[in-house]
């Protein structure tokens, strides 16, 4: 909880608008390692910047549901931007969140459906399946464009970032902690960071109506 | 800075819009429905008690379970019982009448997505068990309007019972505001009237508070109707639970 509150401080960090100066980039590389201290196999990492806003842009990002999975289970858009969820799989989903900075409810839609929805928030918004506990996603909704998916090696480039002193963030589903730091972007010049996150176990969650999950006899909370 | 900044972090967490209740009122439809593909069962108890010269007493119970068709479309399949005593008639207890009734909301569902004014049209066909000739149309048209906490609503509806040769109609008025105490909890008043359109029926209105809470998938609403005009007290209770 803590750990959110910290993350949604960092994203409403609106403090200035992006202008059209000649901009600088933020390259770097993430590291992922479990909490017993073991390096994690895979890992979907976003990297941020924070303080500064731009508009949002035209498109909108898919959050499939494949094989009773979200995929991808983890993206970033920016405020005032739409996620849809098709369902490509053979049966019902119904996607929901309850997080406090975006709730909806999509109700149960069939194989071939998509539905989708406006997020005009900066926060963090949880997502999951009313029938299937198993399904977890996670929106990251951004004060800016500046924002990257690092590689498989944990590496990224932030480009286009206006000139000044931000801070960067970088943020995968089941860390255990917000992974900051400060960094000083100069035009024309590469500034480069490091970034550790320390990844936990899937956070307990409760299905839409606020109780326990039952399926199959695995209680999912 | 850091106020402004804390500020916001509290911001993030306030709801858009209040989660209590399908219908905040008690004797009004609300503009809220299902999801799609989602189910609730729904009951509703009331009371109109001392009701014109005649001292009328009338209890109803009304069940039915709500379908989700679609995000704007929900179907009921009411049943209603109702017990009836007055000066000239004595008490008796029936399995009134069962029918098919549609809601319709014309915008989203969706918080972000929805204008602030969001209309709802309602309508229903039912039949008279013992009377199996008579038949009773009602239809709604509803609008509700909300921003920050306050919640106000307008629901203007009509019946028409059909019986083989003759006919009776009601315009049923009625208004509410309602305000978001808790996430879960409001509190409000409204207005609610039955309108006899001609001589074959009486007409009665109630104002009075009311309150709404939600609980997980459970919700509940009611009003205490005070009589201002041909009843003395008119209460009601609403509740569901969806699945």
């Not at chain 2, 996430?183 to 009075?208: I, P």
Request: a negative charge; charged letters at 20%.
């Amino acid at each position: 909880m803590r750990a959110t509150l910290v993350i949604i401080a960092g994203l409403a960090g609106l403090a200035a608008p992006a202008w059209a100066e000649p901009s600088g980039r933020v390259v770097g590389t993430v590291t992922v390692t479990e909490s017993d201290g073991k390096p994690a196999s895979t890992a979907d990492v976003i990297v941020y910047m924070v303080g500064f806003v731009e508009p949002a842009g035209d498109q909108v990002t898919k959050i499939e549901q494949n094989d009773r999975k979200f995929v991808p289970d983890l993206v970033a858009i920016t405020v005032n931007e739409r996620v849809s969820f098709p369902n490509n799989d053979q049966f019902l989903h119904n996607v929901f969140s309850q997080s406090g900075t975006r709730k909806f409810d999509l109700g149960s839609f069939k194989h071939g459906e998509a539905k989708d929805r406006l997020f005009p928030e900066a926060g963090v918004v949880d997502v999951y399946c009313n029938i299937h506990p198993e399904m977890a996603a996670t929106i990251l909704v951004l004060p800016n464009r500046r924002h990257t998916r690092a590689d498989a090696k944990g590496r990224f480039v932030l480009d286009g970032v206006p000139p000044g002193d931000w801070t960067v963030f970088a943020y995968t589903r089941r860390a255990t902690k917000p992974t900051s730091a400060k960094v000083t972007v100069n035009a024309g010049a590469d500034t480069t960071v490091d970034l550790a996150i320390v990844r936990g176990a899937e956070p307990a969650h409760l299905n839409k109506y606020g109780e326990r999950y039952h399926n199959g006899g695995q209680v999912y909370r | 800075m850091r106020i402004a900044l804390a500020s916001l972090v509290v911001a993030c967490f306030l709801p858009r819009t209040a989660d209590a209740g399908r219908s905040f009122y008690g004797w009004l439809y609300g503009t809220e429905v299902m999801p799609e593909r989602g189910v609730e069962l729904q009951t509703w108890i009331l009371d109109e008690n001392n009701k014109y010269a005649t001292h009328t007493q009338e209890s109803s119970i009304w069940w039915g379970p709500l379908i989700g068709i679609t995000d704007k479309l929900e179907l009921v399949l009411p049943i209603e019982m109702e017990w009836t005593r007055s000066d000239v008639e004595k008490g008796s207890f029936t399995f009134k009448r069962f029918g098919l009734e549609a809601r319709y909301r014309l915008v989203s569902q969706d918080p972000v997505d929805a204008p602030a004014f969001a209309p709802l049209v309602r309508v229903a066909v039912k039949r008279d068990v013992i009377a199996r000739d008579d038949v009773r149309v009602e239809a709604d048209a509803v609008g509700s309007y909300e921003v920050g906490s306050v919640h106000a609503l307008i629901d203007v509806g009509f019946i028409s019972d059909i019986q083989s040769g003759t006919q009776h109609s009601e315009l049923r008025p009625g208004g509410g505001v309602s305000v978001r105490v808790t996430d879960g909890l409001r509190v409000g008043a409204e207005v609610y009237s039955e309108l006899s359109l001609d001589s074959k029926g009486e007409s009665w209105a109630v104002v009075g508070p009311d309150v709404a809470w939600t609980h997980g998938r459970f919700w509940l609403s009611g009003a205490l109707g005070i009589g201002i005009y041909h009843v003395k007290v008119a209460p009601r209770v609403m509740w569901g639970i969806a699945f």
